[in-house]
Every structure is written in C-alpha cells, then in structure tokens.
Nanobody, 124 residues
C-alpha cells in the first residue's frame, strides 16, 4: 500500500513562515503528479500548488509569490515553503499524489492518494 505522511503544520503569526513536507512510501512504481491542497472550515478543498505530469507547476493565484513548491524525487517527497502567511491561509493542508503502484500482476493504473492532513493556523 501507499502512505503519504505530512508534517510541518502549526500555529504562526501573520507574516510568518512554515514549511510543509509530504513523503510518499510503499510499493511505488512512478509518481505522475504531486501537490498540496487545503480546506478551510465550511469551504471546499482547493488546489494550493502542484507539480503536474509534465513537470510544470501550478499555484493558486492568492499564494503566488508567497508559496513555493519543490520536490526531492529520490525521496518521493514534496515540500511547500509558505512565506508571508495571512490569516486567510488558515486551513488543513493535504498532500495528494497521482501515482502507480507495483502489484503482483504488474503496475497499476494511475490513482490518487491523499495524506491525512496537517493544520496550519495563522493568527496573532
């Protein structure tokens, strides 16, 4: 099976920084896309930033210039550096990966996997 383990959330004052990490482990054949989503109370889950299958990056407009997504392919890990945090960035942040796993009969189709989420609270 596959696990996505997130870390790095917490409480920070407005203007502060946090760095989230997400490590994928298990019988992974290949990772096609990986990124971060967030969900604030009463709101739908939304894309924050991701690496697409082609290797390009996408960012939510409101985080451009403040957040940076990066990855370490050797470690199957993606990071989200969040600077100049605002109260409206408060949410549970989830890691998502679109990947193929190795099974007894070969490689699986590409499937989505989610982490358990990590809370980010921006408040004074």
């Amino acid at each position: 099976q596959v696990q996505l383990v997130e870390s790095g959330g917490g409480l920070v004052q407005p203007g502060g920084s946090l760095r989230l990490s997400c490590a994928a482990s298990g019988s992974i054949f290949s990772i096609h896309a990986m990124g971060w989503y967030r969900q604030a109370p009463g709101k739908a889950r939304e894309l924050v930033a991701d690496f697409t299958t082609g290797g390009t990056t996408n960012y939510k407009d409101s985080v451009k210039g403040r957040f940076t997504i990066s990855r370490d392919n050797a470690k199957n890990t993606v990071y989200l550096q969040m600077n100049s945090l605002k109260p409206e960035d408060t949410a549970v942040y989830y890691c998502k990966a679109a990947l193929q796993v190795l099974t007894d009969w070969g490689k699986s189709p590409v499937m989505d996997y989610w982490g358990q989420g990590t809370q980010v609270t921006v408040s004074s």
